[in-house]
């Protein structure tokens, strides 16, 4: 297993939706950590094919894990 430094902390706010989204793909995928299946999710969506940049003035409840939740926000 690699040892990587991980020096720096993100915090993010999730809905129990979103959350309930992280934690079965990560009972799906034998994940070791929540932390691990999100970065694995990043390590994902950052290589994913057609990757855009956000438009400018986009705020950050636009985005979300719940493709059905963030369509009922906007």
Partial sequence: MVD???GER???MLSP???TLIDDFRFAK?????AA????????GLAAEGFSIAPLG?????FGVDA??????R
């Fill in 4 to 6: 990587r430094l991980r």
């Fill in 10 to 12: 993100l915090q993010i």
């Fill in 17 to 19: 939706e979103e959350l």
């Fill in 30 to 34: 034998r994940m070791p950590s929540r």
């Fill in 37 to 44: 299946t999100v970065r694995e999710l990043f390590r994902r």
């Fill in 58 to 62: 986009q705020r950050s409840k636009d």
């Fill in 68 to 73: 059905k939740a963030a369509r009922l926000r």
